[in-house]
């Protein structure tokens, strides 16, 4: 089981950008990480997703373009670059491990962090 942690989360304007971390504990039973984000009254939702032994990654079509993942092994982290935020970015950030390929379906991973808050403001 993967032990997730998240931090970065904080308050930005539109136009700005910020760094999300994801801490990966017991990464060895880990092959692929997931943002995923959900805001008030909304459906949790793919954000973006790295497979850790092939490299591939996804991203959500709201965030293509803006959005960067990349990783760190040597620090055993998934990093979210956010830039261009706008405000319907603003949400609850998670991160999410799972064993198996990329998938854009939260029911399909088992670990979850606590989430980092994002507020955009206009």
């Known amino acids: 089981q993967a032990r997730l942690a998240e931090s970065g989360g904080g308050s930005a304007q539109t136009g700005e950008s910020l760094r999300l971390s994801c801490v990966v504990s017991?990464?060895?039973?880990?092959?692929?990480v997931g943002w995923f984000r959900q805001a008030p009254g909304k459906a949790r939702e793919f954000v973006a997703g790295i497979n850790l032994r092939v490299g591939t990654i996804n991203y959500s079509d709201a965030v293509r373009g803006r959005f960067t993942i990349s990783r760190d092994d040597a620090k055993n982290t998934v990093y979210l670059q956010m830039n261009s935020l706008e405000p319907e970015d603003a949400a609850v950030y998670l991160c999410?491990?799972?064993?198996?390929?990329?998938?854009?379906?939260?029911?399909?991973?088992?670990?979850w962090g606590q989430g980092t808050q994002v507020t955009v403001s206009s």
């Open positions: 017991g990464r060895f039973a880990t092959t692929t």
């Open positions: 999410a491990a799972r064993q198996g390929t990329l998938s854009t379906y939260s029911s399909y991973y088992r670990d």
